[in-house]
């Protein structure tokens, strides 16, 4: 194969209450990507949207991955990518996990399978450092193999995929932009010990709850008394968009990601529907522009759409 094109989807990472732990992959939106091989060592980036972004490779989440890949190659291989972005950068909704997870997976195909699954997650986590300044996997990990994925560890590498049920995930994104590393800036690097207590208890909850189809126990565990708190000031609307979602019948939810992002899971559709209003309405009122989603877990991760 020369050529391959895939589909990356978007991700809600941290879930409420797992700060870089866990995460899930989005049936929409997604961003889709297209490589070919070179064969001189080199990434020459385009862009199909209206982002933006850099186009030289070290200041590129994508070209980084791909650059670091090269790094380990043996023959003089190199790769030309078209991004197109449908996830909007700063979103808190996975934009930069989806172009290095997807830059990392399509490169491997090409080069036929020659890194492993855990080495492919630790080229595209080059890519979070360049975005947020720090390695992290709870968004690449559920783009790369979808569901719902607990990052155990990352030195090594330990990733798990947590069965869930059908949830459906209601997303509204304020047009405000939050730069990550400036939202894990502003956090605390001390927690108080009953925090941390209350936390894990939620934590060990919330997978409980996913693997014994358990809403009540999902809905119960979706708190966060440690990274919430700070976060949420950089967020117009959200205490009053959080508690009006639960009264409207959402499981619970919190911060997508870094922010800005909020989403909320709920048990079906119609739910999910009632929910998406209810943001809808918030913000409306507040006076922010806003898009809403309102999805389901995405099963399959980075998906071959095409390849010759
Ligand atoms: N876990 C990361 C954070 C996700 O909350 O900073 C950011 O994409």
Known sequence: MNRIKVKCPGTVANLVCGFDILGLALNEPSDI????????????????????????????????????????????????VTIEKH????????????????AAVAANLLLGNLFSPDEV????????????????????????????SLIRSIHPLDIVSIPSPDLFVTVVHPQIEVRTSDARQILKQQ????????????????????MKNDYDLIGRSLEDVIIEPVRSILIPGFDEVKKQCKEAGALGGGISGSGPSVFMLSRNEKDARVV?????????????????????????????????
């Open 191 to 210: 927690v108080l010990l009953k925090d941390a207590i209350r936390q894990w208890g939620n934590i060990a909850g919330l997978v409980t709850g996913f």
């Open 33 to 80: 990507m297209e490589l070919r091989l070179l064969d001189k060592p080199e990434v020459i980036i385009h862009n199909r949207d209206n982002y933006n972004l850099p186009t030289e490779p070290e200041r590129n989440v994508a070209g980084v991955v791909l650059l670091s890949m090269i790094e380990k190659l043996e023959k003089p291989v190199g790769f030309d």
């Open 121 to 148: 997650v630790q080229f595209a986590m080059n890519g979070e450092k360049l975005a947020s300044g720090v390695k992290h996997a709870d968004n690449i990990a559920p783009c790369i193999l979808g569901g719902i």
């Open 87 to 102: 996830i909007k950068p700063g979103s808190g909704i996975g934009s930069s996990a989806a172009s290095a997870a997807g």
């Open 276 to 308: 998406e209003t209810v943001m809808k309405d918030v913000y409306t009122r507040i006076g922010i522009d806003f898009n809403t989603y309102v999805t389901t877990i995405n099963k399959k991760g980075v998906e071959v759409v095409s390849g010759e």
